[in-house]
């Protein structure tokens, strides 16, 4: 939740631009374009302007967080 109140907070919008969406994840915008070409991009994406919901991108954020926490475990 916490990092959805920051996206928000940062961007002010409910809803990210392609450009955000990846900054906010982390991957640069022709990794973006490329997953996006194969159907593989990470979280859904809104068409015509393509966009993503805050609520999707800080949970695939938070999702990562997990996934390092474990490794860093084991």
Do not use: H, W
Request: charged share 25%; with cysteine; glycine share 2%.
């Amino acid at each position: 939740m916490k990092t959805e109140f920051m996206l928000l907070a940062l961007y002010e919008k409910t809803f990210l631009n392609f450009k955000a969406t990846c900054e906010a994840m982390g991957i640069s915008l022709q990794t973006g374009y490329n997953l996006r070409s194969l159907n593989s991009f990470p979280v859904p994406l809104l068409e015509s302007p393509i966009r993503a919901s805050v609520q999707d991108v800080a949970e695939y954020i938070d999702q990562q967080r997990e996934l390092a926490k474990e490794k860093v475990k084991t």
